[in-house]
Nanobody, 115 residues
Framework: QVQLVESGGGLVQPGGSLRLSCVAS????????LRWYRQAPGKEREWVAG???????YYADSVKGRFTISRDNGKNTGFLQMKSLKPEDTAVYYC?????????WGQGTKVTVSS
């Protein structure tokens, strides 16, 4: 059974940090590109960051320099390290794994940045 399970969300003060994890099972994780998306209340889902099979990384301008995406293929896990968090980073964060015609999503983990 294919699964992506995110964790690591929570409540954090502005300027704080969180690390999100995405554990994959049921498919060959290392053969898939990994992306993080987020959806804020009342807004459409937006792409945040991506990491290719070869390890190349890509970021939305809004998070560049603050977020770091990484992966550990040996542990079938992806990560999103978030620093200098802002209230506008508040959203449900989703991981996505894709290759060719296959596209898998996790259930999301909620991040709230508030004092």
């Amino acid at each position: 059974q294919v699964q992506l399970v995110e964790s690591g969300g929570g409540l954090v003060q502005p300027g704080g940090s969180l690390r999100l994890s995405c554990v994959a099972s049921g498919f060959t994780f290392g053969s898939f590109s990994l992306r993080w998306y987020r959806q804020a209340p009342g807004k459409e889902r937006e792409w945040v960051a991506g990491i290719g099979i070869g390890g190349n990384t890509y970021y939305a301008d809004s998070v560049k320099g603050r977020f770091t995406i990484s992966r550990d293929n040996g542990k079938n896990t992806g990560f999103l390290q978030m620093k200098s968090l802002k209230p506008e980073d508040t959203a449900v964060y989703y991981c996505n794994a894709s290759t060719g015609g296959r596209d898998y999503w996790g259930q999301g983990t909620k991040v709230t940045v508030s004092s």
